[in-house]
């Protein structure tokens, strides 16, 4: 009787520890081999067509970075290096980018832009980061529609783009040379995850 007693308080815990590796295998099975499970893509992937967003930066930061990029590619020869970076604001966004300033507040994140303070030139650089990537399309639409590339009151840029990564937007007025060398800056500092620029217009310096 007394072994016969003891195996059977043995068993209620061998049965325990039965149950606790079952349910550990159990475990690792549902993460897929033993591995991490898969992190479903987020808002900024799927705006990217699944690729995750590489531009986290302030736009003032990504903004420095790609005009000194395009400047050294165009190797100075151009009007990028001598454009002022400067912060906008709901009030200044009209002016600056054709937003009204509701709207910069309701979609807009930040944004930075640079023109040649002298008004010499006819170029103008703007990095846009909206709240959310499904602002996106909504804020570039009203850049292309609003902005006026006939602002200079002696001359006109050549071309007008915009390109969008995730969150962000780029503004590119200038040169045909100008906004190319921008436009690939942008993607650069994207890691190629951008759309395909959106040149909104085209026209003659000086017309």
């Known amino acids: 009787m007394s072994q016969m007693y003891k195996k059977m308080k043995r068993f ?4 325990a520890l039965v149950f606790v ?17 898969a992190e479903p893509i987020s808002a900024e ?4 067509g699944g690729a995750a967003e590489a531009l986290s930066d302030p736009t003032d930061v990504v903004l420095e970075r790609i005009m000194a990029d395009a400047d050294a590619t165009l190797g100075g020869a151009s009007a990028v290096g001598q454009a002022l970076p400067d912060p906008v604001t709901a009030e ?3 002016a600056m980018l054709g937003i009204m300033p509701d709207d910069f507040v309701s979609f807009v994140s930040e944004a930075t832009a640079a023109q040649d303070i002298e008004g010499m030139d006819a170029i103008q ?8 990537p499904q602002y996106v ?22 071309r007008a783009l915009t390109m969008v990564s ?9 040169s045909v040379a100008e906004t190319e060398a921008l436009a690939d800056a942008f993607s650069v500092a994207a890691g190629g995850s951008v759309q395909e620029p959106n040149i909104f217009y085209t026209g003659e310096t000086g017309g």
Request: overall charge negative; proline content about 7%.
């Open 12 to 15: 209620p815990l061998a049965a």
């Open 21 to 37: 590796l079952a349910a550990a295998l159990l475990a690792g099975c549902s993460g897929g081999g033993g591995g991490e499970p």
């Open 45 to 48: 992937a799927e705006a990217n």
């Open 92 to 94: 200044n966004a009209p």
């Open 125 to 132: 650089i703007a990095v846009i980061m909206c709240l959310t």
């Open 137 to 158: 399309e909504i804020v570039d639409e009203m850049i292309v529609n609003v902005f006026d590339p006939g602002k200079w009151e002696q001359m006109f840029p050549e």
């Open 166 to 174: 995730g969150s962000y937007i780029l503004l590119a007025v200038g």
